[in-house]
Structure formats: C-alpha cells, structure tokens
C-alpha cells in the first residue's frame, strides 16, 4: 500500500517570503507521479505542480518547484515571492498507474497562511 | 474547456430524503471519480468509473448510489443519509490508466448537510 505523509500541519510564511512545504511517501512502485494541489478557502483543489518519478529533473512552475529525490522518497514544494493568494492548504498526492484507473493517495495536508 | 462542472453547489437535506449530486465534464477524461471531504481534511475516494464502468467502491454505505449514464457525466444519488454525512462532496475527473500524465481535474464541490 502506498502512504503520503505531510509532517506540518500548519505553516505561515510573510508576504514575498520562500516556504518549503514537506511531503514523504512509501511505495514500492517504480513507476508513478507525484503532485501537489492547492485548495483555497473557495475551496476548489487546483493543480499546483506534477513530477513524474522518471525524470530526475526537478518540475517548476513560475514561483512553484518541487525537490524530488526518489531514493529518500521526498518530495517537497518550494513557494517563493509568496503571494497572499498562495493561502490554502496545499494536498501531496502520488499517483499509481492502474488498468482499473490511476489511484490517487493524498496525504493529510499543510495549511499555508501567507501573512502580510 | 478544461473544467469539470458541479450541481448543486450546496445542498440541504433530511435524512428521509433522496437528492442526487451531478457532474459533468467535456475533457474527454474517461475516468471519474467521487470524493468525499470533510474541513481540513484530504479527499476520501468514495468511487471511481472508468470507461462508463464502477471500477472501484470503497466500502461505501449503500445509501450512496453512483450512476455514470455516459462519459461526460457522474452522479451521486443520495438517500437516508446521515447526519455524519455532512461534507464537501468533490467530483474529479482523469486521463485513465497509462499513456497520460493523469492528474486529477476537480469540480468545486457540493456542499451537502444533512439535518
């Protein structure tokens, strides 16, 4: 079975600040994908940034980037020039490829506050 | 268009009653899913259709009934629920299996309380 684990369950950054976000996860699958979603007040869970587990290269995303590093099974995210908008929690997620549907795996969540 | 559509946005209810949740998407996404979430807390899987077929339930109580009549659209009949039913129901839809990146595309959430 796969687990995603996120250690901070809350964390507040100041405006135009760099936060790091922590996620871990266990699997013995050699093939999948790793993501982070953001979930603001209003509520709907948005995409932030995705990594395929083949690739050594770290994704970005404009002010987004992730430190993916597959043998420690880590994968953080990085939020720099922090923005009030970026308030939300923000959801780790691993992929598994199936043939009955790619099955997803959450971890607990961050809440991020972004302070003024 | 790259979006995946939710009505009702809230929805109140008693436990004798029988509403259904719907979901529709025009992605081409031949997987979707139902979750169930609760404040502060991650996404539950409820169920998953793929290609128009239940492929996965996880143990959910009977009086969620999910329902794909074609590809573009979920729903979730709902009856005799629970006061602990009470949640963000959030409807998703992907790419399935391989060949795709896969992510999940999320509507905005039913509101659901049940009295």
């Known amino acids: 079975a796969q687990t995603v684990t996120q250690s901070q369950p809350e964390m507040s950054v100041q405006e135009a600040e760099t936060v790091t976000l922590s996620c871990t996860y266990d699997?013995?699958?050699?093939?999948?994908?790793l993501f982070w979603y953001k979930q603001p007040p209003s509520r709907q869970m948005i995409l932030v940034i995705r990594?395929?587990?083949?690739?050594?290269q770290n994704a970005t995303e404009n002010r987004f980037s992730v430190n993916f590093q597959k043998a420690a099974k880590s994968f953080s995210l990085k939020i720099s020039d922090s923005q009030l908008g970026d308030t939300a929690m923000y959801f780790c997620?691993?992929?598994?490829?199936?043939?009955?549907?790619?099955?997803?795996?959450f971890g607990t969540g961050t809440s991020l506050t972004v302070i003024p | 268009d790259t979006e995946v559509t939710q009505t009702p946005k809230h929805l109140v209810m008693g436990m004798t009653n029988k509403k259904s949740l719907k979901c529709e998407q025009h992605?081409?996404?031949?997987?979707m899913y139902w979750y169930k979430q609760k404040a502060k807390k991650p996404p539950e899987l409820m169920f998953v259709?793929?290609?128009?077929?239940?492929?996965i339930n996880e143990s959910v109580p009977s009086r969620f009934s999910p329902e794909c009549p074609n590809s573009s659209l979920l729903n979730l009949h709902l009856h005799a629920l629970q006061p602990e039913d009470s949640a963000l129901y959030l409807c998703?839809?992907?790419?399935?299996?391989?060949?795709?990146?896969?992510?999940?595309?999320f509507g905005e959430g039913s509101r659901l309380t049940v009295l």
């Open positions: 998703a839809s992907s790419f399935p299996r391989r060949g795709n990146t896969g992510e999940l595309f």
């Open positions: 997620a691993f992929m598994k490829l199936s043939l009955v549907g790619n099955q997803f795996y």
């Open positions: 992605m081409g996404h031949r997987a």
């Open positions: 990594q395929e587990a083949y690739k050594q």
């Open positions: 699997t013995s699958e050699n093939n999948y994908y």
């Open positions: 259709y793929s290609y128009e077929k239940l492929s």
